[in-house]
């Protein structure tokens, strides 16, 4: 039997790792500090049941999260004002690791352009369409952006300068480069350099597959592990997505696999006739959250309630619904809402976050509802009478 405040400290320490998979010492040495205390068991529960690498040491740790689709694109990088990463910032990421892993241990912002720049000169890279100058302000921002997610990660640390000098006036920025951290990015099964699959899919397929097990008890033990990685990683895991052995198996076992997540965790499973979710009570393993504050999230509840009571809807009924709403409530919104068009930008929010919740699924022109959006669906309220309104009726009938 774990003792209580021993298992409270592992469950903290799993928890962090879950949310934040790559921690360094300057902003969360705490935090690596339990991990350290509780490194063999975390490597042990996470190897057991997910299959996850986990490497600590005083300075860094990182957990080696696997995706568990490649088709999920609701978590991307994001930018200063939230907007996500597309394909050509995480090439220009790509050119940036790769600059930085041959670089000094100090580097400045203008040194890595001209890094970045001779990199993307390659002749394969402009065969595939991208080509990157860093004339306007656009490729510089992108590179930007960039460095600002390395920032975050830990693989640069600022010392002299800042990025919005460097956009506005060219003015340089000096960084130190952590080498352990960026040794520790890369989560793909194998190197990058031994995929020999042609197609940008084919070969994202290679980097993430698994080896191939032969006897029973081994393909179990993988399907398991798949299995936990989803109940961990995504909002809601529907049967109907599985496969057939996996669903199957799911079925049989939930309840062991579920029990063995909520005691390492903390979640909570709710368990449905179409799948299963493991909420958090505390709403922390989570980067999209509902419901939230603010127009964006008032709109995105509106629109989830108006989807709870349908099986699908149309884009141009979603937008006349969300330019209603708009008319409504501009007294409560931000400025400019009731302006032509504005529903397109609030409805293209508000979908991307229920679709990132695994809620709703966008289909051509249609919109269709999944079964967990249920739980925001309004009935009409019901009103009761209290025992005082009930006694002063009847002694007024005296």
């Known amino acids: 039997m774990i003792p209580a405040e021993e298992q409270a400290q592992r469950r903290v320490a799993l928890r962090a790792l879950l949310a934040?998979?790559?921690?360094?010492?300057?902003?969360?040495?705490?935090?690596?500090?339990?991990?350290?205390?509780?490194?063999?068991?975390?490597?042990?529960?996470?190897?057991?049941?997910?299959?996850?690498?986990?490497?600590a040491d005083s300075e860094t740790a990182r957990l080696f999260k696997t995706a568990t689709t490649l088709s999920d694109a609701s978590h991307a990088g994001r930018g200063h004002n939230k907007e996500p990463f597309g394909r050509r910032r995480y090439v220009t990421l790509c050119l940036a690791l790769s600059a930085l892993a041959r670089a000094d241990a100090q580097t400045t912002l203008g040194s890595l352009a001209d890094d970045v720049l001779t990199a993307a000169a390659e002749p394969e890279l402009a065969d595939v369409g991208f080509t990157l100058t860093l004339d306007s302000r656009a490729d510089r921002s992108d590179l930007v952006a960039v460095v600002r997610l390395l920032l975050g990660w830990g693989v640069l640390s600022r010392v002299a300068g800042d990025e919005d000098a460097y956009l506005s006036a060219g003015t340089d920025v000096l960084y130190d480069v952590r080498r352990p951290v960026l040794g520790l990015l890369l989560s793909g099964s194998r190197g990058p350099s031994t995929v020999t699959a042609v197609t940008f899919s084919a070969r994202l397929t290679e980097l993430t597959a698994e080896p191939v097990v032969e006897s029973d008890d081994l393909r179990n033990q993988a399907m398991r592990r798949r299995l936990t990685r989803r109940l961990l990683e995504d909002p809601v895991v529907y049967y109907d997505e599985l496969d057939d052995d996996e669903r199957v198996?799911?079925?049989?076992?939930?309840?062991?696999?579920?029990?063995?997540?909520?005691?390492?965790?903390?979640?909570?499973?709710?368990m449905r006739a179409e799948g299963i979710a493991m909420v958090d009570p505390d709403d922390e393993l989570t980067d999209v959250r509902m419901p939230e504050q603010r127009t964006d999230g008032h709109v995105t509840l509106l629109v989830a309630e108006y989807l709870a009571h349908r099986e699908q809807a149309t884009f141009d009924g979603l937008r006349a619904f969300v330019r209603q709403a708009a008319a409504e409530h501009a007294g409560y919104w931000r400025k400019g809402v009731t302006e032509p068009g504005a529903e397109t930008e609030l409805l293209a929010i508000a979908l991307e976050k229920l679709s990132a919740l695994r809620l709703v699924q966008a289909d051509g022109h249609v919109v269709r509802s999944r079964p967990a959006i249920a739980r925001f669906a309004l009935s009409e309220p019901t009103i009761r009478e209290t025992r005082k309104a009930t006694a002063d009726a009847a002694s007024a009938l005296f």
């Open 20 to 55: 934040k998979p790559l921690l360094v010492a300057d902003t969360d040495g705490e935090t690596l500090v339990l991990i350290r205390r509780h490194l063999t068991e975390l490597r042990e529960w996470l190897n057991r049941e997910t299959g996850w690498r986990l490497v």
């Open 249 to 270: 198996y799911l079925l049989s076992q939930r309840h062991a696999i579920a029990r063995r997540i909520a005691e390492a965790s903390g979640l909570i499973p709710e």
